[in-house]
Each structure stands twice: as C-alpha cells, then as structure tokens.
C-alpha cells in the first residue's frame, strides 16, 4: 500500500501539468499520482500516459469523459490505494522540501500507529505579478507537531480557514464519508474540505509552506470576472454546503463553531460578488440566499447576517454596497486571494 495517493485533475492543462507533476515525483515509491484526464481535447491525455509509461510503479493515468473537476477528484478517491489523500491542481505545484517533510510524517503516524484523520500545512498564493507573496498559515490556532482534537483549537481570526490547498485527508476517511462531489460544478473544493469534517477527530498541524497556489490565468476559475459570471455556480455550492450538513447534529461545540466560521465566509464571498456585479438581478439573488439561509436554519442566518461580516455585506443603499466592496478590496490585499 502507498503512504500517500495524489490526484491531478487535468482538463486541457498541456501547458502547466509537467511541472505540477515533476513537483510531486520526489515522493517515488512512497506516493501514487493519479493524473486524471477529464475529457482534455489538447495534448494531455499524452502526457499523462507518457508520464505513467516512465513511472510505471508511481504514476497511474485514467481518461474519462469530462465531468468537471468534482468528478475528477471523485475518480482519484475511487482509485486511490495510499493510507492518505491529497488533491494537486494541475496548474499548482508543492515545494520539494516540505514535500518531503510532510511524507516523513505521515510515515511516521502509520509507524507508529497513530491515527490521525487529517493533516494541515500552510499554503502560498503564488500570485502571478505580486511582488509579496501570502502565505496561509495556522501557527496561532492550531498546536504544532502534535496530535489534537477540535477542543484544542484556538479560534480562527476573520479571513483565515482551511482550503483544499491546506489539508490531506485520510484516505478511508473520505471513502466513509460517502463524499462524492457534483458533476460539472466548479468551486467544490469547498464541499472538498467541508463535508468530511463532520468525521475527523484528530488532527495534526505540520508548520511548513507545502502547497503553491498559482493565481493568475485569465481563464482561471478564481479570477473574480469569471467568478462574477459564474455566481450561480458558486450559490449552488454554498447552498449544498447549508443542505448536506446540519450543524445542530455537530456535537462537538468547537468543530460545529469552526464550520459556521467558514460557512459565514464562503456566504460573505458569494454576497460580495452578488454586489460586485452590479446587476439588479445578482442584488434579487443575494437577497434569495439569505432568505434561504434564514428559512433553513435561524441560528446560521443570525450568525450570518448579524457577524461582522454579516454587517459588512448588508449596508443598505448604492453607498453601503460601495464600502462592502472596498472593504472586499482592502482584504484581497491583505489575505492575498483573488
């Protein structure tokens, strides 16, 4: 059995997946990588396979018709034999040496038996153009080198939560989970991280910048144009995130409060770009996400709605949306995200 089974989505990604993959093939016979073509219609089918006839014992190459980077990932959890799992975007890369780092770790909890659930690292937004670059990191809430449970978590400050780029998951864990993310949908790397939490109880931080975020294509599907003209996507998400877990069945009161947490942030993301858009129908919608939050769950929508970041998205009139997206500005500097 593998340590560690890596899935890279790839949808026409010709010109950036070598150096993703190269990134990850230090982990020789430690890791699988799971190149998973999704309908590509460019050369990547041919570099997956050439890649998987090189690294026969590494490199496993699947080719399906295509479904989205949801159904990519959902392939590489059906095929994935390693004890842990980890999602690779095809434009991104990891660093080789907190690459290395994080394996040995994870060597070491099947060593010695541990059992841990899930593994955070920090993450860099490799912004293309950005003389400073962000670093997500956990070092002021999460305790370092050593197992942990919910109940040993600081709070996490505004803007700062965990993202696909920051966790690997337990492999069975993800298989019991019964996660499977929807087809042709973007922005699941939300449901990626979320759903699953309601089944981790140990945890481990390792303090060490492993994952490369690029931000930077015009056709990215975080460039915030794309975003804007992509909303109803991202309200599908969020919506899925309200239906598929009811936060009164979280018993533990600091995990149920760290998932109100990003639920309130990815709530704030999507009413942000609702108003950034300008448009009188994207105002309808974000008043429609609120009301279908209210009606689903009072406790969320007052948390939501009565926040700091709840006050921020809902200052009344043309002037208070002007502020919202200022200050929407003010933290893409400060966060580093798109």
């Keep these: 059995m593998k340590l560690l089974s890596v899935v890279i989505?790839?949808?026409?990604?010709?010109?950036?997946?070598?150096?993703?993959?190269?990134?990850?093939?230090?982990g020789a016979e430690d890791v699988e990588l799971i190149i998973v073509n999704d309908?590509?219609?460019?050369?990547?089918?041919?570099i997956a396979d050439n890649y998987a006839r090189k690294y026969p014992t590494i490199v496993k190459a699947i080719h399906q018709p295509n479904g989205g980077h949801g159904e990519a990932v959902n392939t590489g959890i059906k095929h994935a034999t390693g004890t842990y799992f980890k999602v690779v975007d095809s434009d991104d890369w990891v660093d080789i040496r907190a690459y290395l780092e994080i394996i040995k770790t994870l060597s070491e909890f099947v060593e010695e038996n541990k059992s841990v659930d899930m593994l955070i690292s920090n993450f860099v937004y490799e912004k293309e153009g950005a003389k400073y670059k962000k670093v997500m990191k956990y070092d002021d809430v999460l305790p370092e080198d050593v197992v942990f449970t919910w109940d040993d978590m600081k709070d996490f400050r505004k803007g700062q939560y965990l993202m696909m780029h920051s966790i690997i998951y337990r492999t069975q864990l993800l298989k019991d989970s019964g996660l499977e993310l929807p087809k042709h949908t973007f922005y699941v790397d939300n449901l990626y991280v979320y759903l699953p939490l309601a089944h981790v109880e140990n945890i481990y931080y390792l303090n060490v910048d492993f994952y490369r975020y690029f931000i930077g294509r015009e056709d990215q599907s975080v460039n915030e144009s794309v975003m804007i003209r992509r909303i109803d996507q991202q309200i599908k998400v969020n919506r899925l995130m309200i239906e598929q877990i009811d936060l009164k069945t979280i018993h533990n009161s600091k995990l149920r409060q760290y998932m109100m947490h990003q639920l309130e942030i990815v709530t704030v993301i999507s009413s942000i770009l609702l108003i950034r858009s300008g448009t009188?129908?994207?105002?309808?919608?974000?008043?429609?996400?609120?009301?279908?939050?209210?009606?689903?769950?009072?406790?969320?929508?007052?948390n939501i709605r009565y926040g700091w970041m709840g006050h921020l998205i809902n200052l009344p009139g043309r002037f208070g949306r002007s502020i919202s997206v200022g200050a929407y500005k003010v933290s893409q500097k400060l966060v580093g995200f798109n």
């Design 9 to 26: 989505p790839c949808y026409n990604s010709q010109d950036y997946m070598r150096n993703c993959i190269e990134s990850l093939l230090p």
């Design 39 to 46: 309908g590509s219609y460019d050369k990547t089918a041919e």
């Design 280 to 302: 009188r129908e994207n105002l309808n919608k974000k008043k429609e996400l609120m009301k279908y939050i209210k009606e689903r769950d009072e406790v969320l929508y007052h």
